[in-house]
């Protein structure tokens, strides 16, 4: 078998490059080893379609956030999307936290995001049971049915003849003169040959990255896992819109976010693991009440109860300051026809129509200088 693009992993990244190159004219598949798509990272996150106001300008973040939000909220009404601009709140709740929300708001209007600065008596009209000194109001911030997204995205793909082979594990890559030698397995071995080989594995795109034979391990990271639990409140509660306490360096804080049926839930925390592992710690029980409680007092800790993890792949360690995307090509790493992805956390659901587009973009460009 033959073909254009060989991508590895169907999440929403993986899917949506997929979706373009397709749509490109590009014979594409997409190797997956789980029975369905998005079953890792895509599927286990907070759904919130993100403005792009916390990453540095001319960051890749910033670039594909600002971009891809109104990519995909324009495919979400296209497609029939499940989706709500809901608006998010960002907020300090203490006064020596209002330097750090001015920082904020001015670093998102440098990325061209469009934002409101609300004082402490507009944002008690609006929240009069929350503890704010003040507020950053952000109306392109969403939620969107991630689920839907998936199948959208899929149902794209199978209409431009591009192939997902679910229960396919990528087991190894050698290098040709015509692009690649890919062995795979599905309950049996057989050997795809292509001309771009896309790693998009998300959390184990650095085991991926080891099994390409000419891939030098100065050119990839390891990925270290950080694990983010959710819980969900069952009770009634004050909160119409998302709401974004202030993160700290490492971490974006227990947010206030809702599903489309308007289920409420908090988190994400932050805890660094070694392995990959989805069981949920309930003991953290505690800490959640205690940190939601800086902004909402009336909480009641017994209607609080575990919802799911998530687990993002960072390329930094828990002691370093957040990395940027890492998207690199031969330019980079010297392999002809491999484009390797790592560290595509949030805002990568965000942004995975514009990470689509752009590495469609890169293969093409590619084509015209060999052509």
């Known amino acids: 078998m033959f073909f254009d693009i060989t991508i590895v992993g169907a999440g929403v990244v993986g899917l949506s490059i997929a979706k373009y190159c397709s749509e490109s004219g590009m014979s594409v598949v997409v190797l997956e080893k789980d029975s369905r798509a ?15 106001i916390y990453y540095p300008d001319k960051s890749l973040k910033t670039e594909f956030c600002v971009s891809g939000n109104k990519l995909l909220y324009d495919y979400a009404e296209v497609k029939g999307i499940n989706h709500k601009r809901i608006g998010k709140y960002i907020i300090a709740s203490s006064k020596d936290e209002l330097e750090k929300l001015e920082q904020i708001y001015k670093k998102g209007i440098l990325n061209s995001v469009t934002l409101e ?68 397995n599905d309950g ?7 001309k771009y080989l896309v790693n998009a594995a998300g959390l184990y795109s650095d085991l991926i990255s080891k099994q390409i034979d000419v891939l030098d391990n100065k050119h990839y990271s390891s990925i270290k896992y950080a694990k983010g639990h959710y819980f969900k409140y069952s009770g009634s509660h004050p909160f119409k819109n998302l709401i974004y306490p202030l993160a700290s360096e490492f971490s974006s804080g227990l947010h206030v976010g809702f599903d489309l049926s308007g289920q409420v839930r908090f988190g994400p925390n932050i805890t660094w693991i070694d392995d ?37 792949p960072k390329i930094q360690k828990k002691d370093e300051k957040m990395k940027d995307f890492s998207i690199i090509s031969s330019k980079d790493h010297g392999v002809d026809g491999l484009i390797n992805i790592q560290g595509i956390e949030s805002p990568g659901l965000t942004s995975c129509l514009a990470l689509g587009e752009h590495v469609k973009h890169m293969i093409n460009s590619t084509d015209d200088a060999l052509t």
């Open 276 to 312: 990959i592992d989805y069981s949920f710690e309930e003991s953290l029980k505690d800490n959640f009440v205690e940190s939601i409680k800086k902004y909402w007092p009336d909480i009641e800790s017994k209607k609080l109860q575990p919802d799911y993890v998530g687990i993002r």
């Open 117 to 184: 600065f609300l004082t402490k008596n507009k944002m008690k009209s609006i929240y009069p049971d929350l503890n704010i000194e003040a507020g950053i109001y952000s109306p392109s911030t969403g939620i969107i049915d991630v689920p839907e997204l998936i199948s959208a995205i899929e149902g794209d793909i199978q209409h431009n003849n591009g192939l997902i082979s679910f229960n396919t594990k990528f087991t190894e890559a050698q290098k040709t003169t015509s692009g690649f030698k890919i062995l795979c």
């Open 38 to 52: 998005g079953e890792g990272i895509s599927s286990r996150n907070s759904g919130v379609i993100h403005a792009g």
């Open 188 to 194: 049996n071995d057989f050997i795809i040959n292509t």
